[in-house]
């Protein structure tokens, strides 16, 4: 699969994302912006190495158009997070709006993807709206299936970046950032404490302490699909980053040495699961 031509849509984005420039308190936006950057750069770095993904099936390689309905995507799935901060000043989906939503319906309204193919619209389109969605449709096509992963991916290793500077210092969009969860390094949830020992991923909604942050962060490891994005994070030392304030936590012991060994795994070629739903 060749590289996409971005460079018509990156001006389009960064023109739409300018009329939100004048709105009081617009740091978070600011940040919105740099994390499609890197969310696209992500996902261009996995359309690139796909022929080393040993799970990734022969006619998604060869399949252009999915590729680029994959990193179009990428470079709108937030597009939504503009009028979500400037109408509510949350980025807390259950205070406000679905931004995935929010994003499909900015992307038609602007017409953003009028130049592509019908088939490239259709993929982008569903990847954005379903970048979000706690649980994917089981029965998605292929190539929607693969567009919307590679979103996920791109979307979580970079919000893995975000989220581990935010977990060591205190700036002034960390309430925002964090999504409005308490700061209370001794205290956790059971019921996220159990979802990583039963490997279920919980949803922001569960959220109630910082650490259960880092806990969601830790069961998301599993949820990365390609080889690339996880050798990526684990290369990166930012699950280390997110994990470090855990190990104080005797009670916490067996679910954090758990995370660990998904993060040893993550190293190695061929582990996590891909493909199947989550
Ligand atoms: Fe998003």
Avoid at 205 to 219: C, H, I, K, M, Y
Avoid at 235 to 253: A, W
């Amino acid at each position: 699969m060749s590289s996409v031509d971005l460079s018509e849509h990156r001006k389009n984005f960064l023109r739409y994302t300018e009329r939100f420039n004048e709105i009081p308190e617009a740091a978070p936006l600011r940040l919105k912006v740099e994390h499609t950057f890197r969310v696209l750069e992500h996902a261009c770095r996995i359309v690139e190495h796909l022929p080393q993904e040993v799970s990734v099936p022969r006619e998604i390689l060869q399949d252009e158009e999915a590729g680029r309905a994959a990193v179009l995507a990428a470079l709108y799935h937030d597009c939504g997070r503009f009028p979500q901060f400037s109408r509510y000043r949350t980025f807390l989906d259950a205070r406000s709006v679905n931004h995935a939503v929010l994003s499909f319906k900015v992307m038609r309204d602007e017409d953003f993807l009028r130049q592509e193919s019908r088939r490239v619209r259709a993929l982008a389109q569903c990847a954005v709206l379903l970048h979000n969605r706690h649980i994917l449709p089981p029965l998605l096509e292929r190539d929607a299936r693969f567009a919307v992963d590679v979103v996920r991916d791109a979307d979580k290793l970079d919000i893995f970046r975000i989220m581990a500077g935010y977990l060591t210092q205190a700036l002034p969009e960390k309430d925002a950032v964090l999504l409005h969860v308490k700061d209370e390094p001794d205290r956790w949830s059971k019921e996220i404490e159990a979802a990583v020992l039963t490997g279920r991923v919980p949803g922001y909604a569960e959220l109630r302490f910082v650490n259960d942050f880092r806990l969601l962060l830790g069961t998301w490891m599993g949820e990365l699909r390609f080889e690339v994005t996880r050798r990526a994070l684990a290369e990166s030392g930012l699950m280390e980053i997110v994990l470090e304030p855990l190990n104080k936590l005797p009670g916490l012991h067996t679910a954090t040495k758990l995370l660990y060994r998904q993060l040893e795994a993550c190293r190695s070629p061929r582990a996590g699961s891909t493909g199947g739903g989550q």
